[in-house]
T-cell receptor
Framework: KAGVTQTPRYLIKTRGQQVTLSCSPISGHRSVSWYQQTPGQGLQFLFEYFSETQRNKGNFPGRFSGRQFSNSRSEMNVSTLELGDSALYLCASTWRTGHTEAFFGQGTRLTVV | GDSVTQMEGPVTLSEEAFLTINCTYT??????LFWYVQYPGEGLQLLLKATKADDKGSNKGFEATYRKETTSFHLEKGSVQVSDSAVYFC????????????????FGQGTILTVHP
């Protein structure tokens, strides 16, 4: 069974630009969560989607948004990029909301210059 | 709110040494507890888990026991290898997740483990 796939693996963007990251969950998994990982703040929860609905959102500005498609694939978007948005963005999938075992992708390394 | 505290690192050991990484948590009720491992340049891999008090999770020689009385979930391994060098994260998932808990794992700050030959 294929794991969680995130694309692209690496991105370099300029301040003020926007970026879209993609996550394909494990087949049959319907819940997708996103996390931001930085050396200073550690792993922080961004949002969670289930059946195309955002069920939960972390404490991030509105520049961070996401969506989920009918095939459970998810995208997150960051608009008006800032230097502080440089981070590893991780996606995790679980079979259903509330199911505790989350499987993570390899992440997308975003660098804002 | 929920929180997880890991022992401050980094931890440096010689091969075949005994490993303990402390983890304590604050949460209401009985959360599910996890240890994840992150190798350089990679995402997180689930190492082991425990979902109720006194459960012992184990995998690849690593063990951790869910201790409700001390709100702890310490990670141990009897004999570490160079290949165990990585960052280890303790995490919790709240019980009866709903509302602001959906899909939200709370992580500790991570402990860097380096094992020398």
């Amino acid at each position: 069974k294929a794991g969680v796939t995130q694309t692209p693996r690496y991105l370099i963007k300029t301040r003020g630009q926007q970026v879209t990251l993609s996550c394909s969950p494990i087949s049959g998994h319907r819940s997708v969560s996103w996390y931001q990982q930085t050396p200073g703040q550690g792993l922080q929860f961004l949002f969670e989607y289930f059946s195309e609905t955002q069920r939960n959102k972390g404490n991030f500005p509105g520049r961070f948004s996401g969506r989920q498609f009918s095939n459970s694939r998810s995208e997150m978007n960051v608009s008006t990029l800032e230097l502080g948005d440089s981070a590893l963005y991780l996606c995790a999938s679980t079979w259903r909301t509330g199911h505790t075992e989350a499987f993570f992708g390899q992440g997308t390394r975003l660098t804002v210059v | 709110g929920d929180s997880v505290t890991q022992m401050e690192g980094p931890v440096t050991l010689s091969e075949e040494a005994f490993l303990t990484i402390n983890c304590t948590y604050t949460a209401t009720g009985y959360p599910s507890l996890f240890w994840y491992v992150q190798y350089p340049g990679e995402g997180l891999q689930l190492l082991l888990k425990a979902t109720k008090a006194d459960d012992k999770g184990s995998n690849k020689g690593f063990e951790a026991t869910y201790r409700k009385e001390t709100t702890s979930f310490h990670l141990e391994k009897g004999s570490v290898q160079v290949s165990d060098s990585a960052v280890y994260f303790c995490a919790l998932y709240p019980p009866n997740a709903g509302g602001t808990s959906y899909g939200k794992l709370t992580f500790g700050q991570g402990t860097i483990l380096t094992v020398h030959p």
